[in-house]
């Protein structure tokens, strides 16, 4: 299973971006399926994630602004990011991960400007 993820670019603060997630194979069961982000120097941090099917969890500063959803029919993971601020800026990558894989997508960059 590949993982291509899409939707970044530059934005400006209070704006609204899109992430998307595809796989290029069906994911029937997993652990974790969620989005990571990496801004420059600091370590890759964990943005939002749906767990185990249908729990979600989000990084205490994205709560209210971001919102991740499961598109099953394009095997697809979505991030709905609005009031982007600066600090939003990093290269984006999904992951879903189960018990036995730990797939990667080849990231996308995220820039809001001030």
């Known amino acids: 299973v590949q993982l291509q993820a899409s939707g970044g670019g530059l934005v400006q603060a209070g704006g609204s971006l899109r992430l998307s997630c595809a796989a290029s194979?069906?994911?029937?069961?997993?652990?974790?399926m969620g989005w990571y982000r990496q801004a420059p120097g600091k370590e890759r941090e964990l943005v939002a994630a749906?767990?185990?099917?249908?729990?979600?969890n989000y990084a205490d500063g994205v709560k209210g602004r971001f919102t991740i959803s499961r598109d099953n029919a394009k095997n697809a993971i979505n991030l709905q990011m609005n009031s982007l601020k600066p600090e939003d800026t990093a290269v984006y990558y999904c992951?879903?991960?189960?018990?036995?894989?730990?797939?990667w997508g080849q990231g996308t960059l995220v820039t809001v400007s001030s």
């Open positions: 992951r879903i991960f189960g018990v036995d894989y730990d797939y």
């Open positions: 194979g069906s994911i029937f069961s997993f652990n974790l």
């Open positions: 749906i767990i185990s099917g249908h729990r979600t």
